[in-house]
């Protein structure tokens, strides 16, 4: 089967494009991994109507209703290389098998990158987070520490100001005034001295250790967790990137459309965002992909008449 689109990345975004595209009766070709961005999250808020729903009851739902569509098929796999040309795309999956199709639309998500500190892992995703619209809330207030780094991250301090009693961990960094005088405002707590592990085994509760032996017990820590792509295939396919601040995107037009005739992407690898966002793209993208396939079709008509 050749078919219309292929999405690679059966998450928000993916499935948002297939049911899209489904509905407008294309053929579709979802593969996916099995590695969603929010794995690591017992549960998702801030999703209008499912708040507090599990992420993976959430995906296992939108796939049921996807495969009730004729037009869509569905591999578990990865997709280990890809190439676009003039009359389509070829992605070729790690069993061997190639897979031709009109259009290819990049839903892989990102990886997060944590800061090299013992304990950040493990916690990752309970205690240990980086949303505060996400997370925030179930936090439930009281000591809650944001971990330094990157220049934002004395604003991120002050802004989850408003879910608990905030300590900044800056690791050193430097802090403009006008930082600082926020995080004043906002009564954040700034504690310079380097955090060096993370500990405790409690479900709703750690301990940030720091250089000096002193230990903080925090409800949970917030992390700049650093963005990298989740798949090789964006450069291989020489997609062009945008640098934001939580590390490189893959730049997009309003029909998300990359640099690459053909070639689409969207969700996490496009939009710094949520589970909302990420469908919000992935829905544009379907859109675009559908309207280009028309336009195609149409000027094929136009020749053959």
């Not at 890809?82 to 190639?98: L, M, S």
């Not at 493990?122 to 980086?130: F, M, Q």
């Amino acid at each position: 089967m050749q078919a219309d689109v292929i999405i690679i990345g059966g998450s928000f975004a993916g499935l948002s494009a297939a049911l899209i595209l489904a509905r407008a009766r294309r053929q579709v070709l979802v593969i996916d991994a099995g590695q969603p961005r929010n794995r690591a999250s017992s549960h998702s808020h801030g999703v209008l109507g499912l708040d507090g729903i599990a992420g993976s009851e959430l995906l296992k739902t939108a796939r049921q209703q996807l495969l009730a569509y004729p037009g869509v098929h569905w591999i578990n796999g990865e997709a280990v290389q890809a190439q676009a040309g003039p009359k389509g795309v070829q992605v070729r999956t790690d069993d061997g098998q190639v897979h031709a199709a009109r259009k290819l639309l990049l839903a892989t998500g990102i990886l997060d990158t944590l800061p090299g500190i013992p304990g950040l892992v493990e916690r990752w995703g309970r205690t240990v987070l980086h949303c505060p619209y996400c997370h925030g809330y179930e936090v439930g207030g009281g000591a809650i520490g944001v971990l330094g780094g990157p220049a934002w991250s004395a604003a991120k301090a002050a802004l989850l100001a408003d879910w608990g009693s905030i300590t900044f961990f800056s690791q050193g960094m430097d802090i403009s005034d006008e930082d600082l005088a926020r995080l004043q405002q906002r009564k954040v707590q700034v504690d310079a001295v380097p955090v060096v592990a993370v500990e405790g085994e409690q479900p709703q509760w750690l301990e940030v250790v720091l250089e000096d032996g002193r230990r903080s017990a925090q409800r949970a820590l917030f992390v700049p967790a650093l963005q990298a792509m989740a798949t090789p295939l964006v450069r291989e396919l020489g997609c062009a990137l945008v640098e934001s601040p939580l590390g490189m995107l893959v730049d997009v037009d309003a029909a998300r459309q990359t640099s690459v005739p053909g070639i689409y992407a969207a969700g996490d690898a496009t939009v710094v965002g949520n589970i909302t966002l990420a469908s919000a793209e992935g829905v544009r993208a379907g859109i675009g992909m559908h309207q280009a396939l028309v336009a195609e079709d149409s000027q094929g008509a136009v020749r053959m008449g």
